[in-house]
């Protein structure tokens, strides 16, 4: 073997990784590009299908709940179910006011979770978040002095991860309220 010999073949060498490799890995990422978008839609469509049963189980669960107590609520298409069971005659709630409501926060079980006699009434600006989506929403439907119940599905209440205290995760929630203030 000659002294250029060894030369001849790492040229060769890096020839060759110049040019296949590169070529190697732009092939194997076509293939990959095609099974990413399907991989990826029958996730969703799974979790499309998932998510439909568990909302299916909750509305469940929360009729079988309110007809062990006989109450007769109302739902709004978002899936929040009210029922305003003493009427006030004060102002109406709405966007960019503050609310203040007494209230009790139970799970369906008749668990107590939170109340406002011992944490003090919640104050809030309807529109601004801050506090569950369904209890908003159940607000705007209220009147100064009008006393409700509220059945939170978890997606309108504390959702997949709970509150971290005394909600658990995908919990359904009920608020009984009273809405005592609407101001500006």
């Not at 109302?74 to 102002?91: A, D, N, Q, R, V």
């Not at 978040?129 to 309108?156: C, Q, T, W």
């Amino acid at each position: 073997m000659s002294n250029i010999e060894p030369y001849l073949i790492f040229c060769s060498t890096k020839r060759f990784a110049f040019y296949v490799i590169p070529l190697f890995l732009i092939l194997s990422c076509e293939g990959r590009n095609n099974e990413v978008p399907k991989k990826k839609a029958n996730y969703n469509e799974t979790l499309i299908k998932v998510n439909k049963y568990l909302v299916g189980q909750d509305v469940d669960n929360i009729r079988k709940y309110i007809k062990r107590r006989d109450w007769e609520m109302k739902t709004t298409e978002t899936g929040l179910w009210y029922m305003i069971y003493e009427k006030g005659s004060g102002k109406s709630a709405s966007p960019n006011k503050a609310a203040i409501i007494l209230y009790k926060v139970y799970l369906l079980d008749g668990t107590l979770c939170y109340t406002s006699e011992k944490l003090g009434p919640k104050k809030f600006t309807l529109g601004k978040g801050g506090v569950e989506r369904g209890l908003e929403e159940g607000i705007l439907l209220l009147h100064v002095g009008d006393k409700a119940r509220f059945i939170l599905p978890p997606h309108l209440a504390q959702g997949l991860t709970g509150d971290g205290n005394k909600i658990p995760p995908r919990s359904i929630i009920l608020y009984e309220v009273e809405l005592i203030q609407i101001a500006d």
